[in-house]
């Protein structure tokens, strides 16, 4: 493929990207259900029919340029958190998530032609709000990371340390 073809390519792919609706505010209606989604996957969780949760905000990375969304700090009881959609083109991100006691709840990660390092700690639970597919990719991590990303032509992969 001649390099002006691939120029294009990659133009064409990162248009497509940056158009895609990612939601900066979701309505209660979509937070709730995506909320639902995630305690549905859980089964028994400790939150009740009406959970607190906390929102972490939108993330958009482009050619390593962008803001890596993290939740460090440790909490006596279980932590909901939203996770909203993550998109990143062309570059690494990670994104932390290492509350021992949190619950996250990943709303649609998007990678293309880059790479997405989830760090989440050992005890913390992870669950995603759709089903995730990967096109010439690589999706790692020792369960459903598959559930969990949209890869073309990069990887996602999770991490899980206990410290």
Known sequence: ?????????????????????????????????SIAACLKAWGDHPFGENPQFKTLATSVKVFGIGGEPSDTAPTNSPSLVLINPSLNVMGGSTIELLNPNGWYCLQTTLSILGRVSIRAHCKAHLASTSAGSTVLGNNTENRNIRDLAVTAVGSVSVERPCN
């Open 1 to 33: 493929m001649k390099s002006s073809k691939k120029t294009t390519l990659i133009v064409a792919l990162l248009a497509v990207c940056l158009a895609l609706p990612f939601p900066l505010v979701a309505s209660a209606k979509e937070v709730d259900s």
